[in-house]
């Protein structure tokens, strides 16, 4: 399942986000979808994303950028830790680099 919508949904329908995740995750792909795909929409000051925006979980002060980053931020919190309470952990591959450069032994130089 590649597309976000799907994984959405899915993810709706398992019970692992709620509906006003689901909301905030529709409103937030509008608005990528908006700034992505179209040649006249390019500030959040236009209103059709101010619209978009307004609908967000969090609002600042009528300002859509921070409701749309703080919206996204909070949400991606929210999600990271339900996948925790459930077990998921990184994949070992992506830990795998890090782990490996603190395990390396160290050199010793010449003369020291």
Known sequence: ??????????????????????????????VRNLFGHSFTVRSFSEEEITELCRKLGWQFADDPRESFTT??????????????ELGWRPPAAAAAPAEAKAKAPVKAQDGI
């Open 1 to 30: 399942m590649a597309d976000i919508a799907g994984r959405r949904d899915l993810s709706y329908l398992l019970g692992l986000i709620t509906k006003e995740q689901k909301s905030d995750i529709e409103f937030i792909a509008e």
């Open 71 to 84: 919206t996204g931020l909070i949400r991606l919190n929210e999600i990271l830790r339900k996948a925790e």
